[in-house]
């Protein structure tokens, strides 16, 4: 209940943020959605499985949404974004139905060659895809109205944040949920789940169509608020950023994705700004320290501290 609060707090906070500074707005959109994408990550992680790939499905929910932006124009933003995140769902459920049956380097490594695949089909075929180009999406209509650009952008903005602080409860109900105890387990003692009577590979592959929708989710987003698609955005590297946040932020609590994703996009920008052409080695070497002295993350940092606090009192 106290994160929760938190986070609704820290939301309103950023809308604050993003009015008294417009600029803002979309640093911020983009914050959220990498914070989505990597709350996937982290439901992996909950079961000790790691994914390099699973910016396929981001990419596999923005190319939709393109696709349907232009073959009907006259489509609401709301329902381009539920098109590509249904998409992405029904992609992760036939890829998981492959993929779990494999773990640790085999799982995360099956998914990089899958996405691999789908990165070389979007580059090669130019005439459907755009190629490398990418594809544009006209603004759309958002919830039944026309909306100039920065209305647009402070639209999607909320429409981000309100999106966040759902899933984030969502998110966090299932762990504590039996689903997501048995998620759990499958990183302690996969063993003894079976013992149980419980399939752990289709508990995995319910927590990895979560994931895929939560990537999906993002991609949408991150599409509508670009205006643009490319196969950049199913790169390996795209995965990699994911997996940087949910590390950063930890798997101790869903708002530690979006923790994660906020202090990685301003560090990354502020970096960018500051040793233009170095900023990866400014990401690299707060990665290597966070491994090191907090290897749960920040929000393992936060827990720790609140537990000391409790004790003390």
């Known amino acids: 209940m106290r994160s929760t609060l938190v986070a609704v707090v820290a939301s309103a906070l950023l ?13 911020l959109i983009l914050s959220l959605c990498y914070g989505l994408a990597a709350l996937g990550i982290v439901v992996l992680l909950r079961a000790g499985q790691i994914s390099f790939g699973h910016a396929m499905y981001a990419c596999i929910s923005g190319y939709v949404v393109a696709f349907a932006g232009q073959r009907f124009p006259g489509l609401d ?9 249904f998409a992405s769902v029904l992609a992760g459920m036939l890829i998981g139905a492959f993929v779990v049956r494999y773990r640790e380097i085999f799982f995360g490594m099956l998914n990089l060659a899958i996405s691999m695949v789908l990165f070389t089909v979007l580059g090669k075929f130019y005439g459907l895809t755009g190629g490398t180009d990418g594809l544009r999406i006209q603004r759309p209509t958002l919830g039944g109205f026309t909306l100039g650009r920065d209305a647009f952008e402070l639209s999607l903005l909320v429409l981000v944040v309100l999106a966040s602080l759902l899933v984030i409860w969502a998110v966090q109900r299932y762990f504590r949920s039996s689903g997501g105890q048995a ?3 499958i990183k302690t003692n996969e063993t003894r789940l079976e013992y149980l009577g419980v399939s752990a590979k289709k508990v995995l592959w319910k927590g990895y169509v979560l994931s895929a ?6 991609g949408a987003l991150f599409g509508l608020s670009q205006g643009l698609v490319t196969p950049e955005m ?3 590297l795209r995965s990699g950023e994911f997996v940087f946040i ?6 101790g609590h869903a708002v530690g994705a979006f923790v994660g994703a906020l202090l990685y996009e301003f560090l990354k920008m502020y970096a960018a700004a500051l040793v233009s052409g170095s900023w990866q080695i400014v990401l690299g070497v707060i990665l290597i ?8 993350g920040l929000t393992g ?4 501290r609140r537990l000391a606090a409790e004790g003390g009192a």
């Open 15 to 27: 809308l604050g943020l993003a009015l008294a500074f417009p600029w803002l707005k979309i640093p």
């Open 77 to 85: 933003g709301l329902v381009l974004i539920a098109l590509g995140t």
């Open 183 to 185: 998620l759990a387990a």
């Open 213 to 218: 929708s939560l990537c999906g989710l993002s």
């Open 234 to 236: 199913g790169y390996w």
């Open 246 to 251: 949910a590390i950063l932020g930890g798997a």
């Open 289 to 296: 320290v966070i491994i090191y002295f907090l290897p749960k």
């Open 301 to 304: 940092l936060m827990r720790k």
